[in-house]
């Protein structure tokens, strides 16, 4: 565990030698989704994986308490103990907080990995039918209060600014993930992508059932940063 944001408590763990990795999961997973990733990759990687707040170890505080600000000061927390600078990878939530913090704190990263990601949204009631949808899968699911905010779009920050993020980027998606194929493409034309890769038969959770392919991946686009 490691101190985030408001002394909140964060699940989080870090193991292997090398070039560093920082894994950020999604909404409603934990850590433990980049397992079997993390078993590979750690071989010849520091590879670091963190709980969001309200998520699979990490405290669970108060509505009022996820916004995309507490989010990057967690993960600025998670980078304060395992290094500078790091290879961002992000799934969904994960990736979108990852490019967030890269617009940020552009020099804390030496290159992205979006998995099955997107930059959010220009248009305001598109925004709003995305909170409607988690709004309405929070009430099924067995979360704490407010904890869907973290998954909430407020604004168009991130999808606006993209041309500024300079980093490397690998892309990774699931052939059958159309949800997030359009993002894709944005990526492809407004950010530095290095390779953006579709794994064949594979939907939105692409890294824990197709990690060697992940894996592979990833492990060629980090060696080409060096």
């Known amino acids: 565990m490691i101190s985030g944001a408001d002394d909140i ?24 989704v980049w397992n079997p990733l993390i078993q590979n990759l750690s071989h010849d990687h520091t590879v670091a994986s963190w709980d969001l707040r309200g998520h699979g170890e990490s ?10 600000e507490h989010a990057l000061s967690d993960l600025r927390a998670v980078l304060d103990t ?5 290879v961002l990878i992000g799934h969904s939530l994960g990736g979108y907080l990852s490019l967030a913090h890269t617009l940020n ?6 290159g992205l990995v979006l998995v099955a990601t997107g930059p959010g949204f220009r248009n305001a009631e598109a925004r709003e039918e995305w ?18 905010e973290i998954s909430m779009h407020v604004d168009s920050e991130v ?20 949800r997030f ?17 579709i794994i064949p038969d594979q939907g939105h959770m692409v890294h824990l059932k197709a990690p060697e392919q992940c894996a592979d991946a990833i492990r060629s686009f980090v060696a080409s940063l060096s």
């Open 9 to 32: 408590q964060l699940g989080f763990d870090l193991q292997g030698s090398g070039p560093l990795l920082v894994f950020t999961h999604g909404w409603v997973n934990d850590r433990t």
């Open 59 to 68: 405290d669970t505080p108060p509505p009022g308490s996820y916004s995309r």
């Open 82 to 86: 395992a290094g500078r600078p790091a």
């Open 105 to 110: 704190c552009p020099e804390d990263v030496a």
């Open 131 to 148: 909170n409607n949808a988690v709004r309405a899968s929070a009430e099924k699911l067995d979360q704490g209060p407010g904890v869907e």
């Open 159 to 178: 999808i606006d600014h993209l041309t500024d993020i300079s980093a490397s980027t690998l892309v990774l998606l699931g052939e059958r993930d159309k």
């Open 181 to 197: 194929t359009a993002a894709s493409s944005l990526f492809s034309r407004d950010l530095n992508v290095h390779e953006s890769i």
